[in-house]
């Protein structure tokens, strides 16, 4: 079983600043995928970075970026420059293998952290 | 750009009731799901789709089933609606066999069972 651990229910951060938001996991697949998103106060999830269990570098995609430490089993998102847009829930996700070694993409969700960005 | 579609924002359904919630997608995705969202536990899977006519439980199947009689269609019933399914409801799909790829997500129903 999977499971994704987001410690960190709420979070603060003054815009402009840079912020982690903490994501731990516990798997026993031999290949796993990790996702982040962010949900606004409209609803809709956006899908934000991914980072693959075999990636060499950690993963980077404009202002955000993957601290990603396997020993440790974690994955905490990196916010650089802090926006007043970026206020909203971030959930951090897994994808593994299912018992016949294939995936049709499940993803195991953490409990989300609520980012509020003060001017 | 993908684009899912659910087919209500917000609904309000009664004990007892038959409820549908419908899900489209345009990108010809091979794998559809279904989730529920509640405060302090994040997103939960209840069923998801593989294929046409193929369908698994997830997580949390109980109290609910799912159809997908066309590729681009995923609806999610609930049988015997209770007010313990009053929730947000969010529909997602992907591409199949492209393990990276994120899964794409329409706006969510909420929906009430009073």
């Known amino acids: 079983a999977q499971k994704i651990t987001q410690t960190q229910p709420g979070m603060f951060v003054q815009e402009k600043e840079a912020v982690t938001l903490d994501c731990t996991y516990d798997?026993?697949?031999?290949?796993?995928?990790l996702f982040w998103y962010k949900q606004p106060s409209s609803g809709e999830m956006i899908f934000l970075i991914y980072q693959g269990s075999y990636d060499q570098q950690n993963a980077t995609e404009g202002r955000y970026s993957l601290n990603f430490q396997k020993a440790r089993k974690s994955a905490n998102l990196v916010i650089s420059a802090s926006q007043l847009g970026d206020s909203a829930m971030y959930f951090c996700?897994?994808?593994?293998?299912?018992?016949?070694?294939?995936?049709?993409?499940?993803?195991?969700f953490g409990q989300g952290t609520i980012l509020t960005v003060h001017p | 750009d993908v684009k899912v579609t659910q087919s209500s924002r917000y609904l309000v359904k009664r004990t007892g009731e038959k409820v549908f919630l419908e899900c489209v997608q345009d990108m010809d995705h091979e794998n559809m799901f279904w989730y529920r969202q509640d405060p302090g536990l994040g997103l939960r899977l209840i069923y998801f789709?593989?294929?046409?006519?193929?369908?698994e439980k997830g997580d949390i199947p109980e109290g609910y089933s799912v159809s997908r009689e066309k590729k681009e269609r995923f609806s999610l019933i609930l049988e015997s609606a209770s007010t313990n399914q009053t929730s947000m409801y969010l529909c997602a799909s992907k591409r199949g066999g492209i393990y990276n790829q994120p899964q794409h997500f329409g706006d969510g129903t909420r929906l009430s069972i009073l």
């Open positions: 996700a897994m994808r593994g293998l299912n018992a016949g070694g294939t995936s049709y993409g499940k993803l195991t």
């Open positions: 798997t026993s697949d031999p290949s796993y995928g």
């Open positions: 789709s593989y294929d046409v006519k193929m369908k």
